[in-house]
């Protein structure tokens, strides 16, 4: 016998957050630079919505999509031949939205030093395969 209470109808049973993380890693070469030979910070705004919506997904069981980005700072410039790793979790979930939490870091691909770092923090809403409407999440 247990003595969890019953689940309201319709509600989808929860999963933990660590078995949604993920890392996505680039290279990034001279197509990703601007005229200054940094990269671009639209294409490291791109790696962490990518990073963002594969938890969203993989969390939700199905598409979701970018509804907000609270903030994208971008403390030290990253550069032709950096190796960027961009790590995103789940840091929690409603019944229709999530919040997933990024953290970018580069580091030179032939040095040993710390890498640089920034942070963003993404809403996510689920979407239905069909219909492209929203749909609930786990939480």
């Given at each position: 016998m247990t003595d969890q209470a019953p689940r309201p109808?319709?509600?989808i049973?929860?999963?933990?957050?660590?078995?949604?993380r993920t890392t996505l890693s680039h290279i990034?070469?001279?197509n990703d630079?601007?005229?200054l030979?940094?990269?671009?910070?639209?294409?490291i705004m791109k790696l962490v919505d990518d990073a963002a919506g594969a938890v969203a997904g993989r969390h939700s069981g199905g598409p979701a999509?970018?509804?907000s980005m609270d903030e994208m700072v971008f403390l030290e410039p990253v550069r032709v031949g950096d190796l960027v790793h961009v790590r995103a979790q789940v840091n929690w979930t409603g019944r229709s939205s999530m919040e997933v939490g990024v953290r970018v870091m580069a580091e030179r691909w032939n040095e040993s030093t710390p890498p640089s770092r920034?942070?963003?923090?993404i809403w996510c809403s689920p979407r239905s395969t069909r219909t492209?409407?929203?749909?609930?999440y786990r939480r």
């Open positions: 109808e319709g509600d049973p929860g999963k933990p957050t660590a078995a949604s990034m070469t001279g630079t601007n005229l030979g940094t990269v671009h910070g639209g294409v999509v970018t509804a920034s942070a963003a923090r492209a409407s929203r749909a609930p």
